[in-house]
């Protein structure tokens, strides 16, 4: 039976064992592996696995998300991991990729976190995998300093930093370590390598405080990192951070700053603060006081430290007393003592001197410094001033007044008294002028404050400012010139008059001479005039003469100078009267005489083939004038010179022109035209003239008169912004057989006008040219020569064979007179890389009267340059359009077209040009295309470092 018993137990003790075995292999579980930092990812791509695995089969789908800590520094794939009841145990693996972040940060360490699992399996449902920890290697090159652990001390109290690298170096890397300050701290070793097994090892610098024995407080100084050294090209020369450190005394005492200014007596203040160089052992309390309290005080009037706030510096604040006593700035102290249990703190001492500046100047002010009287009674005949002093005085201050002149002024009263209670309270002083009766004008003199006489050393001696007196005279001598200004003569010999007189009786004769500024222009008669005791009241007339002096040059301003008087009154002598302006009127006028102004030349060799006329100038030029003759008809006649040139010689002179008819063989009829005569230089620019000439036709029609219009001439007319005109002639071919009329107008009237604004020929005035004047119109503008047209609008006439006949239009030029630099394009311009060319001209808009020299330059030589370097334009090529050239740059870059300008700027003694700009921009089309072949060289040189 107990056998029985036995077995019977044993049979229970297995099964209960292998109930708990069983229990044991189905118990629910996630491995994860590995999940310790042997796993390593780098920030160039590089990657790392780990498998997951279940320890038993579930019921139902196990679920695990996975997520990076940082994703920054690395990436995971996948995101979930599914378990089934049919692959539970087979692993699945999951790939952590690095990330590139572009920053030398060294190796950097993160989290791949599993997630709770979700399941419906509850033994699996919130069973959380051990998370994976992983280090990303860095690819960018540096050196990583960590913080300082904290400050040393005197005592040997140390501190400690690291340094590690941020990847493998091919070759060793040394940094060498330096104290800015060993007497406060030295640094442990002396230098650091890194080769390319230990490179990601941080290595520990130790910093050691040194002991100076002076009671100094906390003092800062710094571990010098200095530049790697290594072979490998991407180590070498790197700088890493220095490292601030802060070593405490040990040494106890008082730091006291240096005070921050001096008091001053308007209460300025002055600061600086008090720090304990070592902790104390019990409240440390610092007494303040002032050496002298009539100079300054402080606050606080103590100050206490704590063993917690003794490295906290307190700050005391000394302020200026004022003393309204001239004593100069005083130097005084402000004294600290400290009291305390603490032994090493009790009874220590510091001073802080201070500098007191005064605001107390020992002075007698008197204002103000000159008043003026006058001799005659009522307002004005007295003036007064006031003394006061500028700081008390320790005695009374007495001054003494006195005047220079009694002759002229008078003052009172004549002692002034300052004492210490009012020396502040200003005292007034009274002058009285004097008539003299005596033409002396105004006379100065002066009320002389004596020395001061006190006991006070910084009053005795000390001399106030005298003050300056003017007694205005009632008795004034004078000279009256009337009129001044206004005055007119002329080149024909017309006179004007002004007239002189005194305006008191002098004591002597006073003389005045007479002369012209210019007697080229006029002169004056007498040349002087003399004034006596019996005729000073006598106004004297002065007659001036215009003076003819043949040259164009407008009216003329000049000066009838009336010298200083002589005379032995000295109220007179030296006296100035006014000068008198006059204008000289000119009776030259610019312009041009031609005789005849009109002439008749034929078509047939023989009498009356050719025709003559003369030019004269009216006036003579300042300087050589040209004139050029144009207008000429070809096709009806020919001229023997096209330019006449007259010199201040022979302007008078005339010239002749020979002008030839020219056989068409075309009945035309008799031809009209117009010679244009133009000038220029010597004060006639835009003057002109014209002949009209008649070329008489030996051709006969051989059947009926056609009927036309003849313009001549329809272009080659040019007008001027001055207001210089042009012309040309109308005429019928043929009698109409009722009036014919033709309107005219102006395509720009902003340019040139019209007269008459029509024409009308009739039966009996068509064969006689009509003239037509252009005019040009000033338009402010800088815009070089302008073409513009006069419209000859379509005949009106009762006659059809005239009624709708449009005569030829007039192409016209007006001349600007504007100075301006005139660019062909300011924009627009396309220059290439490869080389490719632009062109714009430049061109002056008037004629100057001295070279330009127009430099050119271009804003960035880097897409484009300018050719060539300068321009010159003088009086003869002004008009002519110059090229310049501007050519692309290659700068082999890709970066896009770029717009640059080339600047102009002239440089002349013509003030009107002189400084003149102008611009032109351009675009530079580049050429250059990005090539990603680098960028893939480079990734193959980064990856073979590893």
Not at 268 to 282: E, M, Q, R
Not at 813 to 834: Q, Y
Request: with cysteine; aromatic share 6%; proline share 4%.
């Amino acid at each position: 039976m107990k056998s029985l018993k036995s077995i019977i137990g044993v049979v229970l003790f297995l099964n209960l064992c292998l109930g708990f075995y069983g229990y044991a292999q189905a118990q629910a579980g996630i491995t994860v592996n590995p999940t310790t930092s042997v796993l390593e990812t780098s920030e160039d791509g590089g990657t790392a696995t780990f498998d997951v695995v279940l320890t038993s089969q579930p019921t139902a789908d196990v679920t695990i998300a996975l997520s990076s800590s940082n994703t920054a520094e690395g990436t995971v794939s996948p995101e979930t991991l599914t378990f089934t009841t049919d692959n539970w145990n087979t692993a699945q693996t999951v790939t952590v990729t690095g990330v590139d972040d572009n920053v030398a940060d060294g190796p950097k360490t993160y989290t791949i976190i599993t997630a709770a699992a979700v399941s419906e399996d509850t033994a699996y449902s919130g069973l959380d995998p051990d998370d994976v920890t992983v280090t990303n290697y860095d690819d960018e090159t540096g050196i990583i300093v960590s913080q300082i652990s904290g400050p040393t001390t005197e005592s040997g109290g140390k501190a400690t930093f690291t340094i590690v690298i941020t990847t493998q170096p091919l070759m060793d890397v040394t940094i060498k370590l330096t104290s800015s300050d060993t007497d406060e701290g030295t640094v442990s070793p002396a230098s650091l390598t890194f080769t390319y097994d230990n490179w990601n090892t941080p290595q520990t610098v130790t910093v050691t405080g040194v002991d100076d024995d002076v009671p100094d407080g906390p003092q800062t100084y710094t571990i010098i990192t200095e530049p790697t050294e290594s072979f490998q090209t991407e180590y070498n020369n790197i700088d890493p951070d220095d490292v601030t450190v802060i070593n405490y005394d040990n040494d106890p005492g008082m730091l006291v700053s240096a005070i921050s200014g001096p008091t001053t007596e308007s209460g300025g203040k002055a600061t600086f603060t008090v720090v304990l160089t070592t902790k104390p052992t019990a409240d440390v309390t610092i007494a303040l006081s002032s050496s002298n309290t009539a100079e300054g005080t402080v606050s606080p009037a103590s100050l206490t430290f704590t063993d917690t706030d003794w490295n906290t510096a307190q700050t005391v604040t000394v302020t200026g007393v004022d003393d309204d006593v001239a004593d100069d700035d005083k130097t005084y102290s402000i004294n600290l003592v400290a009291s305390s249990t603490d032994g090493n703190y009790n009874g220590k001492t510091a001073s802080v001197s201070v500098t007191n500046t005064d605001d107390d100047t020992a002075g007698i002010t008197v204002d103000p410094a000159s008043i003026t009287t006058t001799e005659a009674e009522g307002a004005g005949h007295t003036a007064t001033f006031d003394v006061k002093l500028t700081s008390q005085p320790t005695a009374d201050v007495t001054i003494a007044l006195s005047s220079s002149n009694t002759a002229e002024g008078m003052v009172s009263p004549e002692t002034l008294t300052f004492t210490p209670d009012n020396w502040n309270t200003a005292q007034t002083v009274t002058v009285t002028g004097v008539d003299d009766d005596v033409v002396d004008g105004p006379k100065t003199y002066t009320i002389i404050t004596a020395a001061a006489v006190s006991a006070d050393p910084a009053y005795s001696g000390l001399d106030p400012d005298d003050v300056t007196v003017t007694n205005t005279d009632n008795d004034t001598a004078g000279i009256t010139v009337n009129p001044t200004s206004g005055l007119q003569t002329s080149e024909a010999g017309g006179t004007a008059q002004f007239t002189v007189v005194l305006t008191s009786q002098p004591a002597a004769d006073v003389t005045i001479a007479l002369s012209s500024s210019n007697t080229d222009e006029g002169t004056v008669s007498p040349a002087s005039l003399t004034f006596t005791s019996a005729n000073w009241n006598t106004a004297q007339t002065v007659t001036v003469t215009g003076v003819d002096d043949d040259v164009a040059d407008g009216p003329k301003t000049y000066t009838i100078i009336t010298a200083a008087a002589v005379s032995d009154d000295p109220a007179y002598s030296g006296l100035d009267p006014d000068d008198v302006t006059v204008i000289n009127t000119d009776n030259d006028t610019a312009g041009i005489t031609v005789n005849p102004a009109s002439i008749t030349t034929t078509e047939a060799e023989g009498a009356g083939h050719t025709a003559s006329f003369t030019v004269v100038l009216n006036a003579k030029p300042t300087a050589e004038v040209t004139i050029a003759l144009s207008g000429v008809d070809d096709s009806e006649g020919a001229i023997d010179k096209t330019s006449l040139t007259f010199t201040p010689a022979d302007w008078n002179t005339a010239q002749t022109v020979t002008v030839t008819g020219v056989d068409d063989n075309v009945a035309d009829g008799n031809v009209n035209y117009t010679i244009n005569l133009t000038a220029s230089g010597g004060g006639y620019n835009g003057v002109t003239a014209s002949v009209s000439v008649t070329n008489t036709d030996n051709d006969t029609a051989t059947d009926n008169d056609t009927a036309g219009i003849t313009v001549n001439p329809t272009s080659g007319p040019q007008t001027s912004e001055d207001g210089g005109t042009a012309q040309f002639t109308v005429v019928l071919t043929s009698q109409p057989t009722a009036d014919v009329t033709i309107a005219l107008n102006s395509s720009n009237t902003a340019e040139g006008t019209v007269s008459p604004a029509s024409l009308t020929f009739t039966t009996d005035n068509w064969n006689t040219a009509q003239t037509v004047t252009v005019t040009g119109v000033d338009d402010d503008v800088a815009d070089g020569l302008k073409t513009y047209t006069i419209i000859t609008a379509a005949a009106v006439s009762y006659d059809p064979a005239y009624s709708g006949l449009d005569p030829d239009d007039v192409t016209v030029t007006n001349r600007d007179n504007d100075p301006g630099i005139l660019v062909s394009a300011i924009s627009g311009l396309t220059t290439t890389e490869k080389g490719g060319t632009a062109t714009f001209t430049v061109v002056l808009t008037t004629e100057p009267t001295a070279e330009v020299t127009i430099a050119l330059s271009s804003s960035n030589t880097a897409e484009g340059t300018v050719s060539p370097a300068s321009l010159t334009f003088s009086s003869t090529n002004w008009d002519q359009a110059q090229t310049v050239t501007v050519t692309g740059v290659d700068d082999d870059r890709d970066d896009g077209d770029k717009t640059y300008s080339i600047n102009l700027v002239a440089s002349s003694i013509d003030g009107n040009y002189n400084g003149k700009t102008a611009s032109v921009s351009v675009t530079n089309t580049d050429d250059d295309k990005e090539d990603n072949g680098g960028c893939f060289i480079n990734c193959l040189i980064r990856h073979s470092r590893w």
